[in-house]
Each structure stands twice: as C-alpha cells, then as structure tokens.
C-alpha cells in the first residue's frame, strides 16, 4: 500500500465482499485497528456494520467511503473519524490514516490512578469528561463508570491529547464523545449534559471542527 511505504508503517490489509463477510472474521478476530468502509453494500449497509463494531470497540478508527454525502451525519453518529467523499485525491486519503496512526497509538495510553484502595489504569480514549470540585476530580467513561481521586484538572491536562478540550474552570470535555453543542449546554454521547460557560462556544465549536 502507498501510504505505508511512504509513512514507513508495516500494514496487515484485509479485504471482506461485504459486511456479513467481516463480522463472520471479526468474532473470531477482533485485532482491527482501522476500517475503511463503503455506505451501500449488498447486504448489511456501512452505517450499520460500525454501529455493530462501536458498541463493543471504542477504539477503532472507522472511515467511510462513499459517493452520497447525505449520509454524513450518520456517519459521525457512529464517532466515525472521517467521511470522505468519492471521488477521492491519494493526499486526501493518506492525510485521514496519518491521523487514524497517530489516535491508534494514543488509544494505548493510559491514565493510572488510586481509587477505593485499588491502582486503576483507564485508556484515555474511554474517558467522555472529567469535572472538577475543589480538591477533587470525577472521571467519568462513556460506559457510565465514576473514578474520583484527589487531583486538579491542570494536572490531568498535562497527561490528555488534542480529542480533549477544557471549557473552563469546571470541565474537560472529549471532542469525539459530543453529540450536540449549543451556546449554553454541551450533549454528550451517553446523554449527560455539560454546561457550557459563556463565551466558550466558539472555541469549542472550533476544536471540534479542526481536531475531529
């Protein structure tokens, strides 16, 4: 593959006819770092075969491939990292995998930390926010689960990536777990609501543009 040549990554390429044909292959082997899925196959549609994947793995780099925009948004819904259109430039394609590479090798890295007595190491990529008060901070995942330790949130900061934004005093906030955004609250993926502090939208909204 070009792009592995040229960016010096060693690459394991698998072709599936259609989505049943992956899924079949994904049970028994689930080691996927990144899919470049088409929208409309025979069959299963691209849409639904990373909403299959998503609800087990959080971590994979989905990219879809179509010649329909219209399906964009359904895409994304699916925390899809890009949608791209066909016809597609080379350069356009090895600049969305240089970004799949890099997230795949922060999706490695953890946060470890204290908490009811146990050393707990929690992938990055799981953590939708953390919220800060006084003394403390509550981690909080996608999955619903609850860490709170003795920290500030400059000091978690310093050990976060760019899929993470701090909005304020209050709250860091995952760019890839935001499901809607208006000038007041932020709507996270598992349905929490984050306020958002005035002034911080345009900010925001611009980190989720560039970052995504």
């Not at 926010?129 to 709170?148: F, P, Q, R, S």
């Not at 777990?177 to 709507?187: G, N, Q, V």
């Amino acid at each position: 593959m070009s792009w592995a040549k040229i960016s010096s990554h060693t690459v394991n390429i698998e072709y599936f006819p259609s989505a049943e044909a992956f899924l079949f292959r994904y049970a028994e082997n689930k080691n996927f770092d990144i899919l470049l899925l088409d929208i409309e196959m025979q069959g299963m549609d691209g849409i639904t075969l990373a909403s299959t994947v998503r609800k087990e793995n959080k971590s994979v780099q989905i990219i879809f491939i179509s010649g329909y925009s219209e399906y964009l948004s359904q895409g994304y819904d699916v925390s899809a990292l890009h949608y791209l259109i066909k016809p597609i430039k080379p350069q356009k394609l090895f600049s969305v995998l240089d970004r799949a590479s890099d997230l795949c090798e922060k999706n490695g890295a953890f946060i470890t930390f204290s908490h009811a007595g146990e050393t707990v190491r929690l992938p990055i990529y799981e953590i939708s926010h953390i919220e800060a008060n006084a003394n403390y901070v509550t981690l909080h995942t996608d999955g619903g689960e609850k860490y709170t330790v003795r920290s500030t949130l400059t000091e978690l900061e310093s050990e976060l990536d760019s899929r993470f934004f701090r909005t304020g005093r209050s709250f860091i906030v995952n760019l890839r777990y935001i499901y809607k955004l208006t000038k007041s609250d932020i709507f996270m993926k598992n349905g929490e609501v984050l306020p958002l502090p005035r002034g911080a939208y345009k900010d925001l909204n611009q980190a989720i543009i560039t970052r995504l």
